[in-house]
């Protein structure tokens, strides 16, 4: 059986996705999911392929407990899904882990009082399968012997999308399904300094189940940096597309190419608990808080400190802290 859904990207392979193979960056853990209305018009269902290979049981127990428990080891229940789940493994060739003898989990396992009944993960009622069946008798179909309990879908060209039976210890890729979640923020830094005068950028990292989302940042000015807890009454500053396309001299970034926000010409008014917001069409996301500190710089400091502004060359040499500094230049007027 062969599907046209694949021929489009191209037929210079056996797998009719083109010959150009971009090989990702190992150890990203998981492909952006492949997401689609699946017969509800609200909440499109993804199907989130893991480059890392386990055994079934434990690719199992990783589905079941992302994204609070909403997702389960793949299930598919028609030629549909099937076609979809193949698009989503499909994307295996671009990655550097790819090989021809790799498999692909899903969420179909051996009854244990009937060995020769398969059920689905999440109960769902056995109406479709797509075994592999062999035009060769030196190559056996599938399902092959009783032991091998677990399923997956082969990768290989001549085989690929068909369902394997296999010990469920072996290690394989696996693809996850659930519905599409609100974008995932975060910021990898809890907190950032900056000179007054001087530019700083609050990093900030989205991921999302489509390709296009909105960025906006919330400022808390009223925060206490010794406690890190927000006044009862904080005034709240929000920075968006509007505010930046108007203080473009003061702002940049908060957008879905780029979210992280830059800010020119630091000043006090600046500092503050900072939190980025994504939003795409299932809903809205946030990361957690990150402080923004605003200091004085060195030679003002050392103005206010020294009469003499010969100082403040040698206290940036010779890295003494300022109190030190002039505590020893009091002790020697003193003198």
Not at 89 to 113: A, H, M, P
Not at 217 to 226: G, K, S, V
Request: glycine residues 6%; hydrophobic residues 35%; charged residues 20%.
């Amino acid at each position: 059986m062969s599907f046209p859904y694949f021929s489009d990207i191209g037929d210079d392979n056996p797998y009719g996705f083109g010959n150009l193979r971009i090989r990702r960056e190992e150890g990203n853990g998981i492909f952006s999911p492949y997401c689609i209305y699946d017969g509800n018009p609200l909440v499109p269902v993804c199907y989130r392929l893991f480059e890392e290979k386990l055994n079934w049981t434990e690719a199992k127990d990783v589905c079941d407990t992302i994204y609070g428990g909403t997702h389960y080891l793949v299930t598919i229940e028609d030629i549909e899904e099937q076609v979809s789940v193949q698009q989503a493994v499909g994307r295996l060739i671009y990655s550097t882990r790819f090989n021809d003898t790799e498999r692909v989990w899903i969420g179909f396992k051996r009854n244990n009082s009937n060995r020769g009944v398969f059920d689905w993960v999440d109960g769902t009622y056995v109406n479709f399968t797509f075994w592999y069946q062999s035009n060769d008798s030196l190559v056996p179909s599938e399902p092959s012997t009783q032991n091998e309990e677990c399923v997956n879908i082969f990768i290989e060209a001549d085989k690929f999308g068909y369902w394997n039976d296999e010990l469920c210890e072996k290690e394989h890729f696996f693809v996850c399904e659930g519905p599409a979640v609100p974008p995932n923020v975060t910021i990898p830094q809890s907190s950032y300094s900056v000179l007054i005068g001087n530019s700083v950028t609050l990093i900030c990292n989205v991921t999302s189940d489509f390709g296009w989302f909105g960025v906006y940042w919330q400022r808390a000015t009223e925060y206490d940096f010794d406690t890190s807890v927000l006044t009862s009454e904080p005034l709240v500053i929000t920075i968006d597309y509007e505010m930046i396309s108007i203080l473009s001299y003061k702002y940049s970034g908060s957008n879905s190419s780029s979210p992280s926000l830059t800010i020119f010409n630091a000043d006090k008014q600046d500092e503050g608990a900072y939190i980025c917001f994504a939003v795409d069409e299932i809903g809205t996301g946030n990361s957690s808080v990150t402080l923004l500190t605003v200091k004085e710089t060195p030679s003002a400091l050392c103005g206010a400190l020294f009469k003499c502004p010969d100082h403040c060359s040698d206290i940036l040499d010779s890295g003494v802290s300022l109190w030190q500094t002039r505590t020893a230049s009091e002790s020697m007027e003193k003198k």
